[in-house]
């Protein structure tokens, strides 16, 4: 696409696998180099949202001009040509390659004037630039685990609470005393709602609220106005006051109903199937129960019987004038649920002042911010969209921006960029845009893909700017998927009525809410359009590849009670024991190189049960030589029964220990035959001996230091006593040394910081080999492509979305009028009834958007194989007869999925077929990818060493974990040569002298025969070294200039 002066912004759409990365390189490199300034990458901003995805974007533009300047790759040179000669630029190809090189120069050379980052990162920037003036240090640290933080700022606010401090001020300690009495009253609401509760539990989720746009993105009046407890305690009081006055609304209405047509003779009249309804209508208390519109309020003539012997326009008017009573008392029923709702989460939000308030304190005490604080200082300090004071102050200026993954995008990231992008535009720059509707997954995390999909588009100053560009050829996939997808995703999106028919069968009938389901068909259809229903042609022609679907049907129980646990595990387990099948018959029948293997599933905990069974049955009967798993979701420490068991330990030591601990350890020691009496009572008998003797050893090691204590633990435990579990030992001491240097070393501290901020999620990191399958969930996916993919579960995110947010923030609409609701914004919670509220509108638009992360879900994960993708599709019936009974809102999705593989599949997959297996296009086969004869024999070498003769011999694997002294000292000394060796081959291309390439060779023999002498290097590797910088320096341009004085 040629570009456009009079167009200069450029919104790439670009679908999965479609090449946006390197679309967006070679615009950057033919911006850097349209001008013949070598120094115009510096004044391109680029922007992306992983580190992942910022260094393969750095990589790429690095490599384009080292194409480029060499002339290596045609097909790049004469696209670049042509994009720069159609802007009227008439270079040749040696102008090209000149420009490409002097650019490559500086960027190596003045690479932090490369600025690519992650929007994170570079909003850090805007807002450390301004410490000074804020008053912040500019040592303070910056922290990644919000969760953590927001959770101790909890704990510290209960703490104070709990032990308030003897000088603090009057106002601020009758503050704290009202908001204690609060929480009092909201406890004794919750425990009786729901029975045991803890304050901690129900007032995490409220300190989160600090941090989303709708709270963020207000001004600094309206946020204090938010959090006044005294104003919140007296909306809340004016609230409960309406909410009575509307609930007995209700009941005088109806008897006003009944009233009147007793008056005109025809109480009779009223159809009998209305009894029960009649009843609730005339209590204040059965009204209070209510969770659906009572049919009688419809106003329907089928409210009345045969016995109405009225006719004509008697009839009429006589219908007309019951009706509205009954339509007073539905108007009074409507603004009863909506006060409910406004009401359903108040009490809760009360202590958000008061945690923001602990989370300022806690920032000033440690001198630590959380990474989304950042947002919140940019934005208070934003004045309309003027923020070049923030630009002269960072001393940067940018022509152009370029943001990638901009359907993740939120809207007070998108606030804080526009400004940039509308100043470059209007100086004629050109800036560009790349994101896809389909690919927004990133709701929880507040991104907005309706900024991508409307917004731009339809911005007043932006607008008329705008030059959009589609990619729909697909360079990832096969054929086959590719083909697969476009009818697949395009029949979902036909389904939108369908779903949004069931969806709002509660607001059928009820006049002031018809128009909610005709809205929300509006706007799916079009959404539809524009988005699912793909284009996207293949470009891979070579390669054939399929689509697999495992059909699985569940039968009802006829006696749920009569089932065994085995039976229910294994009912459980079935989509994690298929993924087992899969990869082992991938691995041994089509000889599938593992790392081409990736399983895609929704959750971690998912991710963790299929880590754990393919190392399960790979430890029975081995898949192949080395095998094992790279997860960034599912590795975690919580799965490792080894840091299980050194935390128990170190529990025991702290004398934190319990009669758990004291059994895993004694089960794992195999010891005592009566370990499990220490899971209850901890019994000692005559068989506990040995077990009692690690104990009291343990319990010496109380006064030492916590790493020590750690090291000797493990020793007396015999950890670790696999291979496979050595890596998350070394995780969790990296985590102990870490704790050591910050916190305290006390081991009691360490242990309940552990268990709070929830170590256990903490994951290891394994470096990808051919031997590895690959686990991930879908949003760790995203952005990657993998030979193979399984999709174990792939109805679960459409039977239950985590990515609906537990609570929107949401103004009434026009169906209730009150002043206590006007202007005021509450957290409400989503759910069907609360369609019935004064607050529809917005439950509606979140309704929607579930609909969208369902779909996109799907999509991100069914667009990641280059060859095979592979679905498992379970199914559990409820019905009679098998019949696939759909009873919540969140599975009709999961009915309308049902019914389109069905359709794809050629069906076969009614809810009464028995489980099958089938293939589009069912001949096709899997061609392995080969590897070289290079590859195959240095594949042991790149695996982690397994020590299959101790294994087999059933002894423990003792392994250099610094758990004893000598070890120790020997992992010091090996540490301690690699950062001398690093040390000294840095000084000596530092003093390294420019002249030729033999006195560059010469200077190199003879520093590294020293370090040579001094034992750092073996002879062999001292020469392979030289002989490696003295071809790079030869080979590359920029380090001959660096290096050799030109003549």
Not at 393 to 417: A, P
Not at 514 to 542: G, I, P, T, V
Not at 781 to 800: H, M, R, T, W
Not at 898 to 906: E, I, M, P, T
């Amino acid at each position: 696409m040629p570009y456009d002066e009079n167009r200069p912004l450029m919104l790439y759409k670009a679908s999965a696998g479609t090449g946006k990365t390197y679309t967006l390189a070679k615009r950057f490199v033919e911006l850097s180099i349209m001008q013949g300034n070598p120094y115009a990458f510096a004044r391109i901003l680029a922007v992306t949202f992983t580190r992942k995805a910022t260094a393969e974007m750095k990589l790429r533009i690095v490599k384009f001009l080292s194409s480029l300047r060499d002339d290596s790759d045609p097909q790049l040179m004469q696209g670049v040509l042509d994009e720069l000669n159609g802007m009227g630029l008439q270079l040749s190809k040696r102008d090209v390659q000149a420009r490409a090189g002097h650019t490559l120069h500086i960027i190596l050379h003045e690479y932090s004037r490369f600025t690519i980052s992650t929007i994170d990162s570079f909003l850090k920037d805007m807002a450390t630039s301004l410490f000074w003036e804020l008053g912040i240090s500019p040592d303070v640290a910056v922290r990644l685990d919000e969760q953590n933080v927001l959770q101790e700022a909890t704990i510290s606010l209960l703490q104070n609470l709990a032990n308030p401090e003897e000088d603090e001020a009057e106002p601020e300690a009758e503050q704290k005393q009202e908001l204690y009495r609060f929480l009092q009253d909201f406890m004794q609401e919750r425990m009786m709602e729901q029975g045991k509760r803890t304050l901690l539990e129900d007032l995490q989720p409220v300190g989160k609220e600090i941090f989303r746009e709708p709270f963020v993105r207000k001004s600094l009046k309206e946020q204090r106005a938010m959090l006044n407890l005294k104003a919140r305690q007296a909306l809340r009081k004016l609230l409960q006051a309406e909410r009575e006055a509307s609930q007995k609304r209700v009941v005088s209405a109806f008897q006003g109903f009944e009233s009147y047509v007793q008056q005109e003779g025809f109480l009779g009249a009223i159809h009998s199937n209305k009894k029960t309804q009649r009843r609730q209508l005339s209590s204040l208390q059965e009204v209070a129960q209510l969770d659906k519109m009572p049919t009688i309020l419809l106003g329907k003539p089928s409210n009345f019987t045969k016995k109405l012997t009225l006719a004509g326009p008697a009839r009429e008017q006589f219908i007309a004038r019951a009706n509205s009573h009954l339509f007073q008392a539905r108007e009074a029923l409507l603004g009863m649920w909506t006060f409910d709702a406004a009401l359903g989460l108040f009490n809760r939000f009360a202590a958000l002042s008061h945690i923001r308030k602990e989370l300022l304190h806690l920032e000033r005490e440690d001198g630590q911010i959380p990474l989304k604080e950042f947002s919140v200082i940019l934005n208070q300090l934003r004045e309309g969209d003027d923020l070049s004071f923030i630009f002269e102050r960072m001393g940067v200026r940018y022509d152009s921006l370029f943001i990638d993954e901009f359907q993740d995008t939120n809207r007070l990231q998108w606030d804080l960029l526009r400004p940039l992008v509308a100043n470059a535009v209007s100086n004629g720059n050109y800036s560009l845009i790349v994101g896809d509707v389909k690919q927004s997954i990133y709701r929880w995390n507040g991104g907005d893909w309706k900024i991508l999909g409307e917004e731009v588009a339809q911005d007043p100053e932006l607008g008329h700017t705008v030059n959009e560009v589609r990619l729909e050829d697909n360079f990832r996939s096969a054929k086959e998927i590719v083909d697969f997808n476009n009818q697949l995703f395009g029949d979902l999106a036909e389904q939108f009525d369908g779903y949004a028919e069931r969806l709002f069968q509660k607001t059928e009938g009820i006049g002031e809410l018809a128009h909610l389901m005709e809205d929300f068909k509006e706007e799916a259809n079009s959404l539809a359009d524009e988005a699912y229903k793909l284009k996207d042609r293949a470009k891979k022609q070579n390669t054939q590849g399929y689509v697999e679907l495992t059909y699985k049907p569940i039968p009802p129980r006829d006696n749920p009670e009569g089932y065994t646990p085995e039976e229910d595990e294994e009912e459980e387990n079935g989509a994690i024991e298929w993924v087992g099948e899969k990869v082992r018959e991938l691995i041994e029948q089509d000889r599938v190189r593992p790392m081409d293997i990736a399983v895609i599933v929704r959750t971690r905990r998912m991710a963790r049960e299929v880590v754990a069974h393919l190392l399960e049955i790979n430890r029975r009967e081995q898949i192949t030589e080395g095998f094992s798993v790279v997860s960034q979701d599912g590795l975690q420490l919580a799965s490792s029964y080894s840091v299980g068991l050194a935390l128990a330990g170190l529990r025991i030591i702290a004398g934190l220990g319990t009669d758990i601990d004291r059994g895993l350890i004694a089960a794992f020691q195999q010891q005592s035959p009566h370990w499990a009496w220490y899971l209850k009572k901890g019994r000692e008998d005559e068989h506990a001996s040995d077990t009692n003797a690690i104990f009291s050893e343990l319990l010496e090691l109380k006064g030492y230091p916590l790493l020590d204590a750690f090291d000797r633990a493990c020793q007396l435990l015999g950890l670790p006593d696999s291979t496979a579990e050595k890596p998350y030992l070394d995780k969790l001491r990296d985590m102990l040394y870490t704790y050591m240097k910050g916190e305290s070393t006390s081991i009691a501290a360490f242990v309940q910081w552990y268990d709070t901020t929830k170590g256990g999620e903490q994951s290891i990191d394994l470096v990808q080999n051919e031997t590895s399958v690959n686990v991930l969930t879908v949003h760790k996916a995203k952005g990657l492509e993998f030979d193979v993919v399984i999709c174990p579960d792939a109805n679960y995110a459409l039977q239950s979305p985590n990515s609906m947010q537990p609570t929107i923030w949401a103004e009434v609409d026009s169906i209730v009028t009150s002043p206590s609701l006007t202007e005021q914004h509450f957290p409400i919670q989503v759910s069907t009834k609360n369609l019935l509220t004064g607050f529809n509108q917005a439950v509606k638009e979140d309704f929607f958007l579930q609909m969208v992360d369902a779909l996109n879900l799907l999509y991100v994960a069914f667009t990641r194989p280059r060859t095979a993708l592979y679905i498992y599709y379970e199914v559990k019936l409820t019905g009679k007869e098998g019949e696939y009974r759909v009873k919540s809102v969140n599975k009709i999705f999961d009915r309308i999925l049902h019914g389109r593989l069905s359709d794809l599949f050629n069906g076969g997959l009614e809810p009464n077929a028995p489980p099958r297996t089938s293939r589009i296009p069912e001949s096709a086969k899997l061609n392995p990818t080969e590897e070289s004869s290079s590859e195959a024999s240095d594949r042991e070498k790149r695996t982690l060493e397994r020590i299959a003769t101790d294994q087999k011999q059933g002894r423990r694997v003792d392994l250099a974990l610094s758990i004893s002294r000598k070890e120790g000292l020997q992992a010091a000394i090996n540490r301690r040569k690699a950062a001398k060796r690093g040390e000294r081959l840095h000084a000596i291309m530092a003093t390294c002298p420019t002249g030729d390439l033999q006195a560059i060779e010469r200077h190199l023999h003879k520093e590294l025969k020293k370090l040579e002498d001094l034992g750092l290097f073996h002879e062999q590797d001292a020469q392979a070294i030289a002989d490696e910088i003295t071809r790079t320096i030869e080979k590359d341009e920029v380090l001959r200039e660096t290096f050799i004085t030109p003549h």
